[in-house]
C-alpha cells in the first residue's frame, strides 16, 4: 500500500475541497493519504520522509509574479529541506482565470520538487473554483497519480 501526502494551502476552501475530494479516490484505490494543511506545518525538514508520494496544493493570485497563498508560502520556502528526492510528486491548484497567472502555483511547485530531485507523476490540475467544478478533471488526476503509485 502506498503512503501519500497530501500537502494544501486553503484561504476560501477551494483548494481544500480539491484536496479532499483527492483523498477520498486515492484512499479508495487502496492509498494510505494523510491530507494536512499547511497552516499546521511548522516545520519543513523530513516532512516526506515517511511517504512514497507527495501532492501540492495551493491557490494563488497574481498578475505581475505568482503570488502563493500565505499559508503555502512557508511551506514552498522549505520544499529543498522536505526529503522529495526520489519522491513521485503531482500539483494541484485552484484558481481565478481573471489573474495573469492562473493556477500558476502549479508550475511553481513542480519546478521547486523537480529541483528537490523529485519526480513529477501527473501532470498539473487547475481548476477554476472548487471541487464541484471539474469532477471529471479531478479524477483523472487521482487517476494518473495512482497508477504512478
Known amino acids: 500500500m502506498s503512503k501519500v501526502l497530501i500537502l494544501f494551502g486553503s484561504t476560501t476552501g477551494n483548494t481544500e475541497s480539491i484536496a479532499e475530494k483527492i483523498n477520498s479516490l ?3 484505490k487502496g492509498a494510505e493519504c494523510t491530507l494536512t494543511n499547511a497552516a499546521s506545518v511548522s516545520d ?17 493570485w497574481g498578475d505581475e509574479d505568482v503570488e502563493l497563498q500565505d499559508d503555502f508560502q512557508a511551506v514552498f520556502d522549505g520544499i529543498g529541506d522536505m526529503g522529495l528526492e526520489g ?6 491548484a485552484s484558481g481565478d482565470s481573471s489573474y495573469t497567472h492562473f493556477c500558476g502555483s502549479v508550475e511553481v511547485i513542480e519546478d521547486a ?9 501527473a501532470g ?21 497519480v495512482a497508477a504512478a503509485l
Open 26 to 28: 486515492l484512499s479508495d
Open 44 to 60: 519543513c525538514a523530513g516532512l516526506a520522509k515517511d511517504y512514497d508520494a507527495v501532492l501540492m496544493g495551493c491557490s494563488c
Open 124 to 144: 498539473g490540475l487547475k481548476v477554476e473554483g472548487d471541487a464541484s467544478a471539474a469532477p471529471s478533471e479531478i479524477e483523472d488526476f487521482a487517476n494518473s
Open 113 to 121: 520538487a523537480k529541483a528537490a530531485g523529485a519526480t513529477i507523476v
Open 87 to 92: 519522491k513521485k510528486v503531482a500539483a494541484f
